[in-house]
């Protein structure tokens, strides 16, 4: 999990190279309040939309498999809106010809994978979480396939 992780923000930083080199078109007009609305709509994902997805996937300790399951589909569910921000500026760099749309929306974007971030710290808060539920399974263990 950490390697995608890692893999994705790579991407996000990559696509800020690539902004750069390409440039803004000079003999197009910059629209910023475009660019600004186009921030609003990733910091709603980021902020509003990603919380609420979160709340219902909770993780699954049934078994290991459907922990494992569970804290997938919500590291990707959580993944997806947080660079959903990353790709809503980079469509804004090209619709509003502003530069720095893409940077004002990577600080979303970051923020949103410091929360899914399979840290240690996360991953412990996760294990408190199932065992207040009363679960026994270990969410590592499951993440690695082995067995309870």
């Not at 690539?18 to 709603?44: E, N, S």
């Not at 509003?96 to 971030?117: E, M």
Request: glycine letters at 6%; a positive charge.
């Amino acid at each position: 999990m950490r390697q995608v992780f890692l893999s994705f923000v790579t991407a996000v930083l990559l696509f800020q190279v690539v902004l750069v080199v390409i440039g803004t078109t000079p003999d197009v007009a910059p629209r910023p309040g475009l660019a600004v609305a186009f921030l609003g709509l990733g910091v709603l994902m980021v902020f509003v939309v990603s919380p609420t997805v979160q709340r219902g996937a909770a993780l699954d300790g049934t078994n290991a498999s459907t922990l494992a399951a569970s804290y997938r589909t919500r590291f990707f569910l959580r993944l997806a809106f947080a660079e959903a921000a990353a790709l809503l500026g980079f469509v804004a760099f090209f619709v509003a010809n502003v530069w720095w749309v893409y940077p004002a929306s990577l600080v979303s974007t970051f923020i949103g994978f410091a929360r899914l971030a399979p840290t240690k710290a996360h991953l412990a808060a996760d294990q408190r979480e199932l065992q207040a539920r009363g679960c026994t399974l270990t969410v590592t263990r499951a993440l690695r396939g082995l067995n309870p």
